[in-house]
Nanobody, 114 residues
Framework: VQLQASGGGLVQAGGSLRLSCAASGSIFSCLSVGWYRQAPGTRRDFVATLTSGGSTNYADSVKGRFTIARDSAQNTVFLRMNSLKPEDTAVYYC?????????WGQGTLVTVSS
């Protein structure tokens, strides 16, 4: 499965972006879909996950501001990001955790200016 992330860009603090992650194959049967991020000089950190059962989990730093969603018919995962802060600046990666494998997208850069 190939993942293509998009939607990153430059935005002012307080603004919004929606990231998309299109999968080349079906995500319907995947155990979970998720987003992670990596700021320069840091490790890749968890942002949000959505299980096949509909349960969501968010990092404390993004709770109430970010929303993860999936469109299984379109094999696409989304991350809606509101009230963005400069500390949200990072490369965002999508992830699929499926029974047959674990997959990462190539990342999309989000830059939030103050």
């Amino acid at each position: 499965v190939q993942l293509q992330a998009s939607g990153g860009g430059l935005v002012q603090a307080g603004g919004s972006l929606r990231l998309s992650c299109a999968a080349s194959g079906s995500i319907f049967s995947c155990l979970s879909v998720g987003w992670y991020r990596q700021a320069p000089g840091t490790r890749r950190d968890f942002v949000a996950t959505l299980t096949s059962g509909g349960s969501t989990n968010y990092a404390d730093s993004v709770k109430g501001r970010f929303t993860i969603a999936r469109d299984s018919a379109q094999n696409t995962v989304f991350l809606r990001m509101n009230s963005l802060k400069p500390e949200d600046t990072a490369v965002y990666y999508c992830n699929l955790d499926c029974v047959w494998g674990n997959y990462w997208g190539q990342g999309t850069l989000v830059t939030v200016s103050s």
